[in-house]
C-alpha cells in the first residue's frame, strides 16, 4: 500500500482478556498480545481480565473504547456454553470486516489444519476506532496481531476514522 494512503495517526491499543479461570498474573496470552504491540510501537493504554459475562464484556467495550483506538479482546470465542464474547460484542459493531475472520481462518488452517473452522474470530468498527476478538490461545494470538492486526491496523483506522473528530 502506499503511505500516502495513510493518515498520520497514533495506534493505542487496548487487551482484553476474557476467561473466569485467568488473572492477570496467569494471563499469558494476554501478556504476549502487549509484548507484540509494544515492539511494534503501539503504546498499549488499557489492559484488563473480565469473566465470561455478557454484560461485562460489554461495558469493557466501552472502557476500552475510550482508552485507545485498537482494541483486542482474546478469548471467549469458542464454542462452549460460558463463551459469549462475540454475542457481546457483534451487536455492537457498526460496520463488520469479514475479511479478519477469513483470513484468520486461512491462516490458522496453515497451522492446525481443519480445527481452524472452532474459531469465530471477527472484527469491525466501532466510532472510528478497531476491535478485534479472537481466541485465547497464546498461538492464536500471536498469529492474529503478528500476521494481520499489527501489518494492518493503520490502514483500517485510516479508513474506520476518516470523517472522524
Known sequence: MESNHLKPLTV???????????????????????????????????????????DGIRSEVYVAL????????????????DDCTIEA???????????????FRQKSYEEIGTAAILSRAIAGVIGGRAVFCIP????AVTLAARD??????????THASAGQR
Not at 23 to 49: C, F, M
Not at 136 to 139: I, Y
Open 12 to 54: 493505542t491499543g487496548a487487551v482484553v482478556t476474557v476467561s473466569s479461570s485467568r488473572k492477570p498474573g496467569t494471563d499469558t496470552s494476554g501478556k504476549t498480545l502487549i509484548d507484540l504491540l509494544s515492539a511494534a510501537g503501539i503504546e498499549v493504554t488499557h489492559y484488563n481480565v473480565v469473566p465470561d459475562d455478557l
Open 136 to 139: 485465547g490461545s497464546t498461538k
Open 148 to 157: 494481520i492486526i499489527i501489518p494492518e491496523i493503520r490502514h483500517i483506522l
Open 66 to 81: 475510550s482508552r485507545a483506538n485498537c482494541i483486542i479482546f482474546t478469548g471467549g470465542t469458542g464454542l462452549t456454553p
Open 89 to 103: 460484542v457483534a451487536p455492537l459493531l457498526e460496520k463488520e470486516i469479514p475479511g479478519f475472520g477469513e483470513l
